[in-house]
């Protein structure tokens, strides 16, 4: 079982809609959740994190965290074409003390 | 304020040549990571630092990977001799402190390695 896992994409939303991106992690010490988007060519770029259940909204982005299911989400209202890019689901804490680890990433693509 | 600098941004080379790249991580931040990202998956640590002390390089392949902080600011990752398997994006990132588990991590825009 991969350490943090990401739904599979890619992810293609219309203009407008609601993007959901999921991410699992198996080491339950995990203490800090990071959404990252990265465009293609380009870095990482923190968007969103989080540390305690429930949810945390920035603007468009909302991240959600559930401990007990070991479960991280991002949802993006009212998405853009220029919100296509791949996310990446990060987790620090427990067993990754002091670093990052990285979902595969996903995909995701919004058409006009 | 100046973000992560990288260079050389790409560089192609052949197998069994050696590369280095180059990491001036943000001002004042202590923790410096090199990162190897392969096509289409995350980045993944290949080494951590602490000031100039390498606190956490066990995915280093250390047979002939090799990197170093001196005066604990800027950082050079080296490759020799480079296999085909070493085409990737090796990115460098800076933060604070890594002791606090909410720190952010700061990438800078990496360097493409293609080894032919």
């Known amino acids: 079982q991969k350490e943090v896992e990401q739904n599979s994409g890619p992810l293609s939303v219309p203009e407008g809609a609601i993007a959901s991106l999921n991410c699992t992690y198996s080491?339950?010490?995990?203490?800090?959740f990071f959404w990252y988007r990265q465009y293609s060519g380009k870095s990482p770029e923190l968007i969103m994190s989080?540390?305690?259940?429930g949810d945390k909204e920035d603007g468009r982005f909302t991240a959600q965290l559930n401990k007990a299911s070991q479960y991280v989400s991002l949802l993006i209202r009212d998405s853009q074409p220029s919100d296509s890019a791949t996310y990446l689901c990060?987790?620090?804490?427990?067993?990754?003390?002091?670093?990052?680890?990285f979902g595969q990433g996903t995909i995701l693509t919004v058409h006009p | 304020e100046a973000g992560v600098v990288q260079s050389p941004r790409y560089k192609i080379i052949e197998k069994k040549q050696p590369v280095a790249f180059w990491c001036n991580p943000i001002?004042?931040?202590?923790?410096l990571y090199w990162y190897r990202q392969n096509l289409g998956q995350g980045p993944e640590l290949l080494i951590r630092?602490?000031?100039?002390?390498?606190?956490?390089d066990s995915q280093l392949p250390k047979d002939r990977f090799s990197a170093e902080r001196l005066k604990g600011v800027d950082s050079t990752l080296k490759i020799q001799p480079a296999e085909l398997g070493d085409s990737a994006v090796y990115l460098c990132?800076?933060?604070?402190?890594?002791?606090?588990?909410?720190?952010?991590?700061?990438f800078g825009p990496g360097t493409r390695l293609l080894v032919l």
């Open positions: 989080i540390y305690s259940n």
């Open positions: 990132a800076s933060s604070l402190d890594y002791r606090d588990w909410q720190e952010t991590q700061y």
């Open positions: 990060a987790v620090a804490g427990g067993t990754s003390y002091g670093k990052l680890t």
């Open positions: 001002s004042g931040h202590n923790t």
């Open positions: 630092y602490e000031n100039e002390e390498a606190v956490d």
């Open positions: 080491d339950r010490g995990s203490q800090s």
